[in-house]
Structure formats: C-alpha cells, structure tokens
C-alpha cells in the first residue's frame, strides 16, 4: 500500500509563492517513481500541474507559463512543487499522484487559495 502525505497549501496573496510537498512510502516506491501533481476546482476536470517520469523529466501544465518548478528528493521519494507569482486562477484543490497511469494513488489534497 502505498501512503502519500502532502503538505504545503493555504492562502496566499496574488503574486505570492507556496510550497508543496508530497512524500511517499510503502508499497513499491522507488525514488525515481513517476510522481507529479494535479489539480481541480469544482465544475472542473482533474488537471497536471507538473510532473517527473523516472528520468526526471518534468512535465507541466500550459498554464503554468514558467512560474513553477518541480523538484525531487530521491532519497526522500519526496517531491516538491515551487510556485510563484501565483493568481487567483491557481485557486484549487492540489492533488499528488504516484504511479504511472494504469495504477496511479492519489494524496488527499491540499487546499491553495490566491486571494487578497
């Protein structure tokens, strides 16, 4: 079973940064599994954010314009999400995912609110 924790959400104001993390354990993650995070808004589908395939090669949203970057911690199985100059369109539930799609595990997510 694999368990994920996130962290790293809450308010921010427009042109702020946040953090996320997402560490996962159990089952059988590797530190260089595929992991990224995803988001929603309500009316909404589940959308990427960022996201690193075995190699570490990121992958992001076209919404994402160069603001954020994600990182890894292999040692960890941790990844990180670095966002800046953030706007109220980034207001959404942050989702992290492990796994590949056919057998992808969701976090719980973590609230981001841009707001003034």
């Known amino acids: 079973q694999v368990n994920i924790v996130e962290s790293g959400g809450g308010l921010v104001q427009p042109g702020g940064s946040l953090r996320l993390s997402c560490a996962a354990s159990?089952?059988?993650?590797?530190?260089?599994?595929?992991m990224g995070w995803y988001r929603q808004t309500p009316g909404k589908e589940r959308e990427l954010v960022a996201s690193l395939n075995v190699i570490d090669h990121a992958t992001y949203g076209s919404f994402v314009k160069g603001r954020f970057t994600i990182s890894r911690d292999s040692a960890k199985k941790t990844i990180y999400l670095q966002m800046n100059r953030l706007t109220p369109e980034d207001t959404a539930v942050y989702f992290c995912a492990v796994g590949p799609s056919y057998m992808r595990v969701w976090g719980q997510g973590t609230q981001v609110t841009v707001s003034s």
């Open positions: 159990g089952g059988a993650v590797s530190g260089a599994a595929i």
